[in-house]
């Protein structure tokens, strides 16, 4: 694996300097056409019968108001627009059927590749949370319960842990709402600590598709809005993924 | 615990509308005085002796890269300054005697508590890391590897576990460097994937410190600097923790 990562991190570097522009990929095209509709992508994304666990799911360790929200979207998902996105054990699972940019030939010897927001799968100790997302108003709402393994300060959430949480919400939202695939920027304001074991509320929104680039911002906050834990904006790279050509060989 | 951090999310909230500015940390006193050395600092933060277990030293999960600058390091804490931090299970143990602010009572009532970068404690699957300090330079070097918990993209680590590894270490080194206890700003340009097993050298520098906050910026890259992985920045509020008034009692 390690020989099979470096060599795509030559390979990357090689393809930078030939472009003689710092880019998060090899092969950029501008011209790329961004096709999909937001439908399709999140019909694929949340496939009516699949195997895979989602994680996404209400367990034991969700404090009462975490599930009550839980709830609320869930009615939502039903008229208003709202659709709850499944979360499996790697991003592979979801995106399954769909070919990498070239450059980027990920690993595959490991059998237990995990999203990082998945890591840690013993309930209620790490990362809890689900996230639903609106097609039409383009926007996204995560609720998100840090566990003790994501603390910081004793008793409250690492700020790193709060960052990621908003880096993936932002992953999702962008991927749905128009294929952006890599963060080139995240700023965050951290304002108040989460206490660990309580539920924030991530609201996020796309603001403007411009230049094969999303820009996004997120709220964090209490239930309740009284509390602001953070502010942010992310900034994601446009990328379309395309099919894989023998898709039955997955 | 659950109603134990209500209650303190709920004194903060409190406390934070009485000041009526958005902040961190209720009762914030801009006259403190922020008098202990970073050698103190440093002497305090690294125990000769301890039974607690220090996560910061070589596995069999290392990487030869990993491995080699790290002995590299090991050299330099000899004759040229550097100081090597050990990495506890939790925050709670680095600040064991010491008293947190008030209003931010910490929830004792879960024996697990993690520091959330060190959330996963199989060898060589999340977080490996090292963090060299030096008290005379203020600048920090982190030696990184991501394991395949940490994914993000297939086969690449998370944007997310990358800030958080920042945050981390821009926390340590504010502490030592100067009393900074809470991240307030933290900002994040990424350039290219850091390949899961592969080493990512983070090497952070204090820029300034004003009007009680520590100014920090951040590259991280491969070993040989050929590939910025990413760029960035953090601020951090300056808090002096006190003694405790009855540290037989820990």
Redesign the interface.
Known sequence: ??R???Q??AR??HR?ALLRT???LPGLDPAAAFGSSTDSLVSRFCPEKTDLKDYALPNASW?PDMLSLYQEFLEKTKSDGWVKLPSFQ???DH?QGLK?PSG?????D?S??????R??QVEG??YEYVIFFHPCKKKSVCLFQPG??????????????L??????TF?KTAYLAGEG?????????????I????LAVLNVQVEKIEDQKLYMSCIAQ?RDQ???YAKSSGVFLQWQLEEESSPESL
């Open positions: 694996m390690m099979r990562s470096l795509v991190a990357l570097g930078r710092p880019c998060i404090s790697s991003n592979r995106i990498l980027l030939v990920a690993a595959s490991k237990d590749w995990r999203i990082f927001t890591c840690i100790q790490g003790p393994y994501l603390e910081g300060p004793p008793g409250f959430a690492h700020g790193g842990s960052a990621a949480m908003m880096d993936e992953s695939l890599f963060t080139l920027n995240l700023n965050i304001r951290f304002k108040n600590l206490p660990v074991g309580s209490s009284e509390t602001v």
